[in-house]
């Protein structure tokens, strides 16, 4: 259940008084708070959304699921796939054999699942095969499916176009996931601590603010198959094509539009370039293996333009055509964040 609250402006720790002479506390702590556009929203969005890389072993694709029970067949060899445990009896199959197709064939009609937990039913292999060009590049950032969150979870609510404050006590993954994807400019929101998440191994980590929370889901990106990098290398995708900043969030604010229309290209001799409105900015950058297991990618730039990005950024994850980067501060109130994606 929502309650609302007229505020004054730009109060975070609130008392309301009802006609019961009751009192109500609602803290929201700033630190602790986060926005639509803040790092840590597109994190838990990915832990809570609905989990479509599990079963890519039938349909391929990490834009969709499809809804069990499902009727398949692969290599001529009929499957009821009832559970994401027959999963690997469709694997098995494939492997059986390096000559066969390995081609899923469903029986249709089928529903499929977005990551948004809306269902679309398909009527023929025909919709479903044009649904999948549809889809395009799969090689974005999907699910972080080795940790959940436990539930219930409480989240005090500001909205600073209103002035009103509210709070809301959310019950599972749909709902967490519908919430944080319609926060809107000017809506500061945050989970009413501790909460508690598990791990794939059945552990449960209690986190006490933001911070330890991004650290406990950002800990088990490199364990999730939905999310690791694979067999690629990062300096092979980095001089690949041109990129450009997809997202910059620093000081506390979203600053992606200061980079809009930059294009970067990483050259394997270290070197680098900006180019904006045909004004060039050299560079260089280098890449590091940490002891801490991650990569640490440094970037320098002529000028001061892009002195923003002059860090040594921990690598978080990398596909094909997209990078996602991490300037840390000590305790991590003043962390900086940058995502380039290929062009």
């Known amino acids: 259940m929502r309650k609302s609250y007229l505020l004054l402006p730009y109060l975070f720790v609130l008392a309301f008084f009802s006609c019961q002479d009751e009192t109500e506390t609602i803290r929201l702590n700033t630190q602790n708070s986060f926005a639509k556009s803040s790092p840590i929203t597109s994190l838990i969005s990915r832990v809570s959304q609905y989990e479509t890389t599990d079963d890519n072993v039938l349909d391929g694709t990490s834009n969709c699921s499809i809804k069990l029970p499902a009727h398949v067949t692969v290599n001529g060899q009929y499957v009821y796939v009832i559970s994401a445990a027959d999963f690997q009896t469709v694997q ?43 889809y395009g590049d799969d090689s974005l950032y999907h699910n972080i499916s080795c940790i959940n969150f436990n539930y219930p979870i409480s989240i005090n609510i500001y909205n600073s176009n209103n002035q009103v404050a509210s709070s809301v006590t959310l019950q599972n993954d749909n709902q967490l996931y519908t919430f944080v994807n319609n926060l809107i400019d000017g809506e500061i929101v945050g989970f009413v601590f501790p909460i508690t998440l598990t791990n794939s191994d059945g552990d449960t980590i209690t986190v006490a603010n933001n911070s330890q929370l991004e650290s406990a889901i950002e800990s088990v990106i490199d364990d999730c198959s939905s999310t690791s990098s694979g067999t690629l290398i990062l300096s092979d995708v980095l001089t690949s094509g041109s990129w450009y900043v997809s997202y910059y969030y620093g000081d506390g604010n979203d600053q992606t539009n200061y980079y809009n229309g930059y294009n970067f290209t990483f050259n394997p001799n270290g070197n680098c370039t900006a180019i904006k409105n045909s004004i060039i900015t050299d560079g260089d950058w280098d890449i590091h293996d940490e002891s801490g297991g991650y990569h640490r990618l440094d970037l320098h730039f002529d000028g001061s333009a892009l002195d923003e990005m002059e860090e040594g950024w921990k690598v978080l994850e990398f596909t094909a055509t997209s990078i996602r980067l991490k300037d840390e501060s000590g305790d991590g109130s003043d962390n900086h964040y940058l995502n380039f994606t290929k062009n």
């Open 92 to 134: 098995d199959i494939k492997n059986l054999s390096s000559t066969d197709d390995d081609i899923v064939h469903f029986g249709f009609p089928i529903t499929i699942v977005y990551p948004n937990y809306q269902e679309h039913d398909v009527a023929n292999e025909t919709e479903f095969e044009t649904i999948l060009a549809e």
